[in-house]
């Protein structure tokens, strides 16, 4: 019995990082989606700096992809965290920054940085 507990705590650890992996993912294939919907709507520099459409200094809300129906949340209109379902994604403050590649005529979709955006008091 001893030693199925690291390999069950393995695996559970193991899921909880591919399920977070996954969520970041389809975070950047919604960012990916919209900015196709509106990309004649933005305003790019010669920076590469995005705007527009709910995009302000190169940064898309979550809260805009969730509005647009490319991100499913709960029931409750939540996003748990899937390393601790105790916790949701603060919609209004997490983003995914975008750039425009000027030089290939492409945008440039960053991961997104979550571990700041997760809080239970943030769950409806």
């Known amino acids: ?5 690291p390999n069950i705590t393995h ?18 294939s919604a960012a990916k989606l919209y900015i196709s919907d509106y990309k004649y709507e933005l305003s790019i520099d010669s920076n590469g700096n995005v705007n527009g459409q709910g995009i302000t ?3 898309l809300p979550i809260s805009i992809l969730v509005n647009e129906g490319n991100i499913e949340t709960t029931r409750d209109g ?3 965290n899937p390393k601790n379902n ?3 994604l603060n919609l209004d403050n997490s983003y995914i920054q975008i750039t425009f590649n ?3 005529k492409d945008f440039i979709y960053n ?3 979550l571990d ?4 239970e008091s943030y769950c409806n």
């Open 102 to 104: 000027s030089s290939n």
């Open 1 to 5: 019995i001893m030693m199925v507990m």
């Open 57 to 59: 200094n190169n940064k």
């Open 78 to 80: 939540n996003i748990k």
């Open 116 to 119: 700041d955006f997760w809080s």
């Open 11 to 28: 695996l559970i650890t193991k899921g909880e990082n591919e399920s977070y992996d996954n969520l970041k993912n389809s975070i950047i």
């Open 86 to 88: 105790n916790q949701c």
């Open 111 to 113: 991961e997104p940085n």
